[in-house]
């Protein structure tokens, strides 16, 4: 008997989560509009996409994303010049021997970015450098340089300074930290 109820009871739950399509009852039939769900959004995939190894759910192809810089003209044949991202902090004697100021060796207590770039066969008068709170853009007739910069800066802060012996730009940027206050004490 016991069994019966059981059975009873597992139909009961079944009709209740799959109940039966009855037109009989009091269900409205839904409308066209009422049977549209998220999928029907927006236009529907090309059958010739699916053929050339396009996900049908990426939003944009490969060929539509430009990558490398914001400021980079791919038609541009100027070659990069190499160049070393340093960082770099101001130490003193109280912290080299003392540890008074409570600065360590590592990045967090460093406050600029310095950037050596090295430009062979260019005069100071040829370079254009604009700098942006992440981005530095160096031009000359030579070369070219887009750098996305580790740490954002204070653009308005920074020293440029060439030596021509070397035929290398120092770039020397202030680098913002929103948590300063916590680093020096």
């Known amino acids: 008997m016991e069994n019966l109820s059981f059975v009873q ?29 998220p999928g029907n959004i927006g236009p529907k995939p090309r059958p010739d996409s699916a053929g050339s190894g396009c996900d049908s759910k990426d939003i944009w192809s490969q060929e539509e994303v430009a990558e490398g810089p914001q400021f980079e003209d791919l ?3 100027r070659p990069q010049p ?35 770039i090295q430009l062979p066969d260019t005069r100071v008068c040829d370079v254009v450098l604009d700098v942006r709170d992440t981005f530095l853009d160096l031009r000359t007739p030579k070369y070219k340089l887009g750098l996305h910069l580790p740490q954002p800066v204070q653009s308005q802060e920074g020293k440029a300074q060439f030596h021509s012996e070397k035929q290398e730009l120092e770039v020397t940027l202030t680098m913002k930290r929103p948590l300063d206050f916590i680093n020096r004490k």
């Open 9 to 37: 009871n597992f139909q009961a739950l079944s009709a209740l989560l799959h109940p039966q399509q009855d037109t009989e009852d009091d269900c409205e039939t839904l409308s066209p509009s009422a049977k549209l769900g």
């Open 75 to 77: 038609s541009d044949p």
């Open 82 to 116: 190499e160049y070393e991202v340093m960082m770099k902090q101001n130490v003193g004697t109280e912290d080299v021997f003392l540890g008074l100021s409570g600065k360590d060796p590592s990045s967090m207590s460093c406050e600029a970015l310095l950037v050596k």
